[in-house]
T-cell receptor, first 115, second 112 residues
């Protein structure tokens, strides 16, 4: 399978715990994006990387959210001190080339449930 | 920032009929407009896209039209089939990487 891979598919945790999600993009894609999707809504952009550089992070929902892409390959999204409102689907996408006007290919997401 | 509106929110059609979903955007800097199909438990799947220098694009039963002046674009699905049933999202992206905005989605049901 050469698509975008996200792990875990589901994460259940208690409020106040930290969680980390992993995304493996399509291998030749240099751009990687994180989105959040709540029930009945479209994906909401959070942040993106071009190679290992995080070029936009002002849309991260709070300072409890952080993302890394240390070697320009896979990426992790961490949420610290989780809250009930963090329950959502977290989607990763990747694209090739430079510039924002490129097709983004999505993984199947990680569904986070906060107890 | 960019705002994308999408209508209708739900759409039911008979198998074989056509379906049209319309979106409007607000930021004239947006220059790339993809459409995604999302099935239950899956991530969004790109089905067709259009750039701002093109007015129409077609791929088999699916077509997209763009009116830059009016800032709206539409998805057209002809000869609908039950497997077309899903949630469809439009989006507006800009080349500077500042805006990746999705519409709220349209739930399409194709009735056999």
């Amino acid at each position: 399978d050469t698509g975008v891979s996200q792990n875990p598919r589901h994460k259940i945790t208690k409020r106040g715990q930290n969680v980390t999600f992993r995304c493996d993009p399509i291998s030749e894609h240099n751009r990687l994006y994180w989105y959040r999707q709540t029930l009945g809504q479209g994906p909401e952009f959070l942040t993106y990387f071009q190679n290992e550089a995080q070029l936009e992070k002002s849309r991260l929902l709070s300072d409890r959210f952080s993302a890394e892409r240390p070697k320009g390959s896979f990426s992790t999204l961490e949420i610290q001190r989780t809250e009930q409102g963090d329950s959502a689907m977290y989607l990763c996408a990747s694209s090739a080339g430079l510039g924002g006007s490129q097709p983004q290919h999505f993984g199947d997401g990680t569904r986070l449930s906060i107890l | 920032g960019e705002n994308v509106e999408q209508h209708p929110s739900t759409l039911s059609v008979q198998e074989g009929d056509s379906a049209v979903i319309k979106c409007t955007y607000s930021d004239s800097a947006s220059n790339y407009f993809p459409w995604y199909k999302q099935e239950l438990g899956k991530g969004p799947q790109l089905i067709i896209d259009i750039r701002s220098n093109v007015g129409e694009k077609k791929d088999q039963r699916i077509a997209v039209t763009l009116n830059k002046t009016a800032k709206h674009f539409s998805l057209h699905i002809t000869e609908t089939q039950p497997e077309d049933s899903a949630v469809y999202f439009c989006a507006a992206f800009d080349n500077y990487g500042q805006n990746f905005v999705f519409g709220p989605g349209t739930r399409l049901s194709v009735l056999p």
